[in-house]
């Protein structure tokens, strides 16, 4: 999106980190749900989600008010999409996966937009998608 609308990007930028915030808010709800079921899961799902909400607060406060410090927005975003490939492995034998899946899909669109924006190149918009898809994929096979 963020390559097609440059001229409404800027303007924009508070409501896609708006939507980011509402998608990650709804799949903590969607993930806290399931993970309460045995101690050991509600432990690794309270880790995991207080990891993502402090990741996702700090990204968040950098993108909109775009400070300089351009090196910790991309470790956010690896650490991030990291995170939701750890949500997606959890969540995938659960029947909430027909929920945090699209989810996680319709997060990509505003954090692409805002890696477009921040930094003008396709390639801040894949390389931490690859970070999600690794993640996933290692996950799978390992277990």
């Known amino acids: 999106m963020g390559k097609f609308s440059k001229e409404e990007l800027a303007a924009g ?3 896609l980190v708006l939507l980011k ?3 990650v808010s709804a799949m ?3 993930l806290a749900r399931i993970s309460f079921s045995t101690p050991v899961s509600g ?3 309270a880790l995991f989600l207080s990891g993502l909400l402090l990741l ?3 990204h968040s ?3 909109l008010h775009f400070c300089t410090s351009k090196v910790n927005q991309v470790r956010n975003d690896y650490l991030i999409y990291f995170l939701l490939g750890i949500d997606f492995f959890l969540s995938s034998s659960q ?3 027909r929920f945090i899946n699209p989810l996680i899909f319709l997060y990509g669109f505003p954090t ?3 890696a477009y924006h921040r930094k003008g190149t396709v390639k801040s918009v894949i390389f931490p998608a690859l970070a999600f898809v690794v993640t996933s994929i290692a996950l799978f096979l390992l277990f």
Do not use: N
């Open 56 to 58: 996702h607060k700090t």
């Open 13 to 15: 930028a508070k409501y």
């Open 28 to 30: 903590v709800f969607f």
């Open 95 to 97: 029947p909430v996966f």
């Open 112 to 114: 692409g937009s805002i």
């Open 43 to 45: 432990l690794i799902a």
């Open 61 to 63: 406060h950098y993108i």
């Open 21 to 23: 915030e509402l998608f």
